[in-house]
T-cell receptor
Framework: GAVVSQHPSWVICKSGTSVKIECRSL??????MFWYRQFPKQSLMLMAT?????????EQGVEKDKFLINHASLTLSTLTVTSAHPEDSSFYIC????????????FGQGTRLTVV | QKEVEQDPGPLSVPEGAIVSLNCTYS??????FMWYRQYSRKGPELLMY????GNKEDGRFTAQVDKSSKYISLFIRDSQPSDSATYLC??????????FGQGTRLTINP
């Protein structure tokens, strides 16, 4: 089945630094990639939608200058958390539909970010 | 009011019991309904996917959708300790954007 590979699975960084999270589609072309954030004991909240070759669309309340999304190819989308602060500590997950019109989404393994 | 409401639990049942997990929603435009299982510190895994009202069965899992009541359910029969996880309902109205419930933490006790 379709696989989305997300790296790193966990990262600890200092306040003020930037962290890049990668999601790769391994056996399909990911035209679209969704990026979610999940705080402990809470649901997944959509942060932004990236489309290959175009600018990402951010959900209300998500700072686009802080969460930089790049979707330069059909197999790779990246999320960079810039100038990270402790309140950015969360579980970040990417997902991609398996095809045009498909509502099935396959998720990456998630990245646990801890900002100290 | 949240678009999707799901009791976070926790829910603890003995092995072999039938588990019922539920979500309600307010957006009548939702057409696709999904259940995901998420183990601790892992990404969600798609369990069941249904379109419109009705039942769908897959092994020990049965998903029900009642669009008139805006209510969906997931039943797990003969529950196993390995079923212990957080179960998330998710819904979609179009554009492939999913709206998730809060997730119910389920523990199956041996």
């Amino acid at each position: 089945g379709a696989v989305v590979s997300q790296h790193p699975s966990w990262v600890i960084c200092k306040s003020g630094t930037s962290v890049k999270i990668e999601c790769r589609s391994l056996d399909f072309q990911a035209t679209t990639m969704f990026w979610y954030r999940q705080f402990p004991k809470q649901s997944l909240m959509l942060m932004a939608t990236s489309n290959e070759g175009s600018k990402a669309t951010y959900e209300q309340g998500v700072e686009k200058d802080k969460f930089l999304i790049n979707h330069a190819s059909l197999t790779l989308s990246t999320l960079t958390v810039t100038s990270a602060h402790p309140e950015d500590s969360s579980f970040y997950i990417c997902s991609s539909p398996t095809g045009i019109g498909s509502t099935e989404a396959f998720f990456g393994q998630g990245t646990r970010l801890t900002v100290v | 009011q949240k678009e999707v409401e799901q009791d976070p639990g926790p829910l603890s049942v003995p092995e072999g019991a039938i588990v019922s997990l539920n979500c309600t929603y307010s957006n009548s435009a939702f057409q696709y309904f999904m259940w995901y299982r998420q183990y601790s510190r892992k990404g969600p895994e798609l369990l069941m996917y249904t379109y419109s009202s009705g039942n769908k069965e897959d092994g020990r899992f049965t998903a029900q959708v009642d669009k008139s009541s805006k209510y969906i359910s997931l039943f797990i029969r003969d529950s196993q300790p390995s079923d212990s996880a957080t179960y998330l309902c998710a819904m979609e109205s179009g554009a492939q954007k999913l709206v998730f419930g809060q997730g119910t933490r389920l523990t199956i006790n041996p």
